[in-house]
């Protein structure tokens, strides 16, 4: 079928042309050419459809989004049954019924991800955000269970024609994002193909179009819109939502999904259910906070990346870190929330640290460094300028840790080296796998697909000379010391992750358990562009064994925290029942020096006497 390309650009994507084709299920829709955008750049055109039933609510298909921006063309076919089948270059199939509106994939990795490695392609499409990490190989140890999403549950019209499939622009995104957090959103004027900003920063401009701003000077959303939002919203978190286990509606949202997990609030509920489908866009953003960052917050879900605070008589949508201070019942709601609780009283840990160490990064004690580790956080624009020469070495997580390795394996006393990640928040998995490298020789994560049931094996390769180049003299790097990981509850995510795959490593954890974040990271987005965390059924990690990892690190060699009667009581009279413990033997050099000696000598011992 004919498309109808539009040869001139239009400022809102309400105002559509007037020429339109008719579908063969007797759809009329428009079409727009836009512009892309990446990396704030001008990178190329799509064309997008508006159909008469929902003209706010840009279409794409699915052929044209993997052609365009994974570079991986797929064939298009019309079964006799009426089905239509979308096949890629390995033969994977993804099979669509139009009476139905579902889609099913009879392998889902088969078909949506990228052949291995990638390296660099273009629209900055690859396997991992940055390029001293790329992985290799993934097995799986079992077929894949087929996955069928069902469209015409939340309402969301699928279309075909002899070409392609086309969804919602919010819709396709959801479903065709990846571990490298890749994901387009349309603000109404232009495509952004990006991924997920580790600082929380949006590309310039990105939340300053007319229809943003007319919204905010009381112009309703557009109907289909509002529909749209609500419906991917519930479609994503039903269908790609890991359910770690730690949010107040989490086993709710598992059993009945969000939409009548909403409705078991009762009257709390039923009001933001309202909110999250209400034509005012401060009411919209303010309940899609309070349910990702309140309801569903596991510390990997919430609200980001376009963490757009709406105040009262603003002219623009305002980026804001922290605390979005949205009406006192929320503030009161998220501040009595289980995970922020948590979260506030590990900064407690934070303090008593830097009370004992200040912001040293390195330490030595006789024969032990301790180099801390706060996050597994990458300066991706200073290590683009280093790859291009243009730039000096990163002093970022990774750099510290390696400037530190560097200068323990330059004093010939040091034979013990501790990792600390006793404040450490988490971060990329691309630090956390470039460091195991480094330290343990380590080359595989390990994971479940929990939308087909099946653990996965990630292999990946680190240019651990930092050259730009995978080669042979990447295994050369290696510093070889008796390694150790100091862990609080304070350890999250990466954080929580590494110590697991360290220990099977050979390294000595010693401390408390760390506090889980098993879930990659998935990024959604909605119909007007904005964009947010959750944890991911997609890829969730474990240790080599298969096991979930969510309850925590088995710590090698506990330390005691003693707790402060005083603050406790005061504590209680809140009705905080968790005291706040003292960390002082944590953070004592030569305890630590001992505990790693002793550890170490025991090994040697046993090794001799085997």
Same mark, same amino acid.
């Given at each position: ?158 279309? +075909? ?52 701003? +007319? ?90 990346? +376009? ?265 209680? +009279? ?37």
């Amino acid at each position: 079928m004919k498309k109808i390309m539009i040869l001139f650009a239009m400022i809102m994507c309400m105002c559509l042309p007037a020429f339109a084709e008719e579908t063969e299920s007797g759809t009329e829709y428009s079409e727009k050419t836009v512009k892309v955008l990446t990396d704030g750049k001008e990178a190329g055109e799509l064309v997008l459809r508006f159909y008469d039933v929902t003209p706010n609510v840009p279409y794409l298909g699915m052929n044209e989004y993997s052609t365009y921006l994974k570079k991986m063309p797929l064939s298009m076919q019309e079964k006799e049954d009426g089905t239509f089948v979308l096949e890629n270059g390995i033969r994977a199939e993804l099979i669509f019924d139009p009476d139905a509106v579902t889609i099913t994939v009879p392998d889902w990795n088969a078909f949506f991800d990228m052949p291995l490695p990638l390296e660099n392609q273009a629209i900055g499409w690859k396997d991992t955000a940055t390029r001293f990490i790329r992985i290799t190989d993934v097995e799986f140890d079992k077929e894949a269970a087929p996955v069928t999403l069902d469209f015409d549950e939340y309402g969301i019209q699928v279309y +075909a024609d002899e070409s392609d499939i086309y969804l919602p622009v919010s819709t396709l995104s959801n479903i065709m994002t990846d571990t490298a957090t890749n994901h387009v959103l349309y603000n109404g004027e232009n495509l952004y193909v990006q991924r997920m900003s580790l600082d929380g920063s949006s590309p310039e401009g990105l939340y300053e179009t007319e229809a943003l701003k +007319a919204q905010l000077q009381g112009e309703k959303r557009p109907e289909d819109v509002v529909k749209q939002c609500y419906a991917d919203l519930c479609f994503n978190i039903d269908n790609f939502f890991g359910h770690p286990g730690k949010a107040p509606l989490d086993e709710t949202v598992a059993e009945m999904g969000l939409d009548q997990a909403l409705d078991s609030l009762g009257n709390k509920g039923k009001k933001l259910k309202a909110k999250l489908q209400s034509e005012d866009l401060s009411e919209y953003l303010s309940a899609l906070y309070e349910v990702l960052m309140v309801y569903l917050g596991d510390g990997h879900t919430l609200f980001s990346g +376009a963490s757009a605070v709406i105040t009262e008589n603003a002219e623009s949508v305002d980026t804001v870190f922290g605390l979005p201070l949205i009406g006192l019942d929320f503030t009161a709601d998220l501040i009595s929330s289980p995970i922020y609780m948590k979260q506030a009283l590990h900064e407690i840990i934070t303090l008593q640290r830097n009370e004992a160490w200040g912001n040293d990064t390195y330490r030595e004690s006789g024969n032990t460094a301790i180099i801390r580790l706060d996050s597994f956080m990458p300066d991706e624009a200073a290590w683009e300028l280093y790859y291009e020469g243009e730039g000096d070495f990163p002093q970022d997580s990774l750099g510290i840790v390696l400037s530190g390795l560097k200068r323990a394996s330059e004093n010939p006393d040091i034979e013990n080296v501790i990792l600390d990640l006793s404040c450490n928040s988490g971060g990329s998995p691309d630090v956390m796998m470039a460091i195991l490298a480094v330290a343990t020789g380590q080359t595989q994560l390990y994971g479940i697909h929990k939308l087909t049931g099946r653990n996965m094996t990630f292999t990946f390769e680190a240019d651990t000379n930092f050259d730009g180049i995978y080669d042979e003299k990447d295994k050369e790097v290696k510093y070889d010391f008796n390694y150790g990981v100091l862990v609080t509850r304070h350890a999250f995510s990466c954080g929580n992750l590494f110590p697991i795959i360290a220990q099977e490593a050979g390294a000595v954890l010693i401390g408390e358990p760390s506090s889980g974040g098993s879930c990659c990271v998935q990024v959604g987005t909605d119909a007007e562009g904005f964009t947010y965390m959750m944890s991911s059924a997609q890829w969730q990690l474990t240790d080599s064994e298969g096991n979930a990892v969510e309850g925590g690190c088995t710590i090698d060699m506990p330390i005691e925290t003693k707790n402060n009667k005083t603050i406790d009581s005061i504590l209680s +009279a809140f009705g905080v029942d968790e005291g706040l413990p003292r960390y002082d033997n944590y953070f004592d050099d030569a305890y630590l020096e001992q505990l790693m000696n002793e550890w170490f000598q025991v090994e040697a011992q046993e090794d001799v006497a085997a």
